[in-house]
């Protein structure tokens, strides 16, 4: 009925095992020589093309696409060089989370070095919330301002961009989420997501879209002349940032957001940045090196915090910090923020579980909304996506207070969230967001007849006996097969993330020797296939070791190598495990 209880039942998911392409397989093995296994890889991600897979292999600014062919976009450059020129007030608003911040620090430090009169906002989550509200607005227009950037938010804001129109302000929108029905009146919406928007890429972050926005902005300025008497700008170094907000709003990490994040991270591990350096520092990375899966866990995390428990502004300063001295002391604030949000999450998760595990039949409960007034809003969207990992439901969670709800869900593969929230409008006050994540405002009395009706909503679209966690292998091999120079290939794939996970191969028939129980409840053991052995961890599986004996297996796997004392030794990161039939 719940999560706690210890399922021993092999395999643990759903495995979607390939069929194998031996044509396209053997093409690519051929013409980019490479490992047969690189190959299935590829080929079972639809990378069958050598061109487009050696564009995979070795992302180049080069292949990014025109972004003039961005709707609006014209308009938008038009509208803001004219403010350039004429010495108009310019702010970027901008929103609370990384994908926020770094677009918002990315178009501010580029237009602060062209002497633009420029500032910026970010709205305080709690008093004000997601995107443009009147109030800020009427601030801003009391400080002279003509001109208002929208940064990760606008799409929505029909209402406010008419208030500021009103006021005499113009706005661009530069956002990624969801486009509504009806596009707000602003001087430019520049979305991919627009039906009538010809840039071939969709699935940009907020930080991508802004970054394209500044390509285009800086070669417009070189037409006019603008850089005759300037140092021209390298918009390269800011892609470390753009790796940081598109790895941070999971976004999938294939086309040109495969190409942020891979020299992004490269950058980072130059360690240019004063405040990325910084938050390695403070997060225990220093100076090992920093991959998706460090960014997402260790630095990530601590610039949201700012915005989810206290003030993002910390953030957007510590990534404009020139030196280490002034990044250092925001770094550590910055990681208080982080503790403090770790814990309010831990405590709103344990009385959620327990809530569940006591009350709820999840055989019959396709969506999780619950709501309480004594959970913070800057971590329920956190809480949704552990609620998510661990029952395999879309997950809702709502703050209360005052008899509004502010709240925050995650999704599923399943089911799309955004449609989902769409359907349900007349309870809502407001909400977005995309097919993973989304946001919304609700009055206390509709919680109940909103939850009956996305009840319904999943019911109809996901059968209840098919929802389980699935496994997506890559490629089948056996033991042998696995050496060094397979697993360096393997890493020319990454950035893992989503859309580009972790490669998975599948191996049958092997044997387990000296199953243990490592640290915190890890299963480790040898597997042996055809006389060749490797060294294995299940992390997380230390119940199962009582299933294991006797018996053959299949198991599905990440090798990787394991450094220890100045030797490295291949080690199989299990996934999942199965009787062999």
């Not at 891979?262 to 403070?282: S, T």
Request: overall charge neutral; glycine content about 8%; proline content about 5%.
């Amino acid at each position: 009925m719940g999560k706690k209880i210890k399922n021993l039942t092999l395999p643990t998911t759903q495995w979607m095992i390939p069929s194998e392409d031996m044509e396209r397989q053997t093409r690519l093995v051929r013409e980019l020589r490479i490992h047969s296994i690189v190959s299935s890889i590829m080929v079972n991600r639809s990378i069958v093309d050598p061109d487009e897979a050696m564009r995979y292999l070795q992302p180049s600014l080069k292949d990014l696409h025109n972004p003039f062919l961005m709707k609006d976009i014209k308009r938008g450059l038009n509208r803001l060089i004219r403010a350039l020129n004429i010495r108009e007030k310019i702010v970027i608003y901008g929103d609370y989370d990384v994908d926020g911040i770094t677009s918002l620090v990315i178009l501010y430090d580029f237009l602060k070095k062209t002497g633009a009169d420029v500032s910026y906002y970010i709205p305080d989550r709690i008093a004000e919330g997601y995107g443009l509200n009147k109030t800020a607005i009427e601030k801003t227009r009391e400080k002279g301002t003509a001109l208002i950037i929208t940064v990760d938010c606008g799409i929505s804001d029909h209402g406010e961009i008419a208030h500021a129109r009103s006021l005499g302000m113009d706005t661009i929108v530069l956002d990624h989420h969801e486009v509504p029905e009806n596009l707000p009146e602003a001087e430019a919406v520049i979305n991919t997501r627009r039906s009538d928007c010809s840039f071939p890429f969709k699935q940009l972050a907020g930080v991508g879209i802004v970054f394209n926005f500044l390509i285009a902005l800086r070669g417009q300025l070189r037409e006019t002349g603008f850089w005759n008497d300037r140092i021209y700008p390298n918009l390269r170094k800011y892609l470390d940032l753009v790796a940081l907000g598109t790895i941070g709003d999971i976004s999938p990490l294939i086309d040109e957001n495969r190409i942020f994040a891979k020299i992004g991270l490269d950058l980072i591990n130059q360690g240019k940045r004063p405040g990325i350096q910084a938050l390695r520092e403070v997060s225990g990375v220093g100076n090992q090196p920093v991959d998706s899966t460090t960014a997402s866990f260790s630095l990530i995390p601590r610039i949201n915090a700012a915005g989810r428990v206290a003030s993002a502004d910390d953030a957007v300063r510590l990534l404009l910090s020139e030196n280490i001295s002034e990044a250092m002391p925001l770094a550590r604030k910055l990681d208080g923020h982080n503790r403090t949000r770790q814990m309010m999450e831990r405590t709103i998760l344990h009385s959620i579980t327990n809530e569940i595990e006591s009350s709820m039949n999840m055989e019959h409960t396709p969506v999780l909304v619950l709501a309480s007034p004594d959970w913070h809003p800057g971590v329920i969207g956190i809480v949704a996506s552990k609620l998510v990992e661990l029952y395999y439901r879309p997950a809702i969670l709502i703050s209360l207070k005052d008899g509004i709800g502010k709240g925050s869900g995650r999704s599923i593969p399943e089911f799309n969230l955004h449609r989902g929230l769409t359907q349900c409008q007349p309870h809502l006050l407001t909400y977005g967001g995309h097919r993973f994540a989304g946001g919304m405002s609700i009055r206390e009395e509709n919680i109940l007849s909103f939850r009956s009706t996305i009840e319904k909503i999943v019911r109809e679209e996901v059968h209840l006996l098919d929802l389980a966690p699935s496994t997506s292998i890559d490629a089948n091999c056996e033991l042998d097969e696995i050496n060094q120079d397979l697993i360096c290939q393997l890493a020319s794939l990454a950035p893992y993330g989503s859309m580009n996970p972790e490669p998975l191969l599948h191996a049958r028939n092997v044997a387990v020797s000296n199953p243990v129980i490592v640290g915190n409840n890890h299963l480790k053991m040898r597997v042996i296939s055809h006389g060749t052995s490797c060294n294995s961890i299940w992390f997380g599986k230390g119940h199962f070791v009582s299933t294991l004996q006797d018996t053959k297996l299949d198991i599905v796997f990440t090798p990787q190598l394991n450094h220890w004392n100045g030797t490295s030794t291949i080690q199989l990161k299990l996934k999942d495990m199965a009787k062999s039939a």
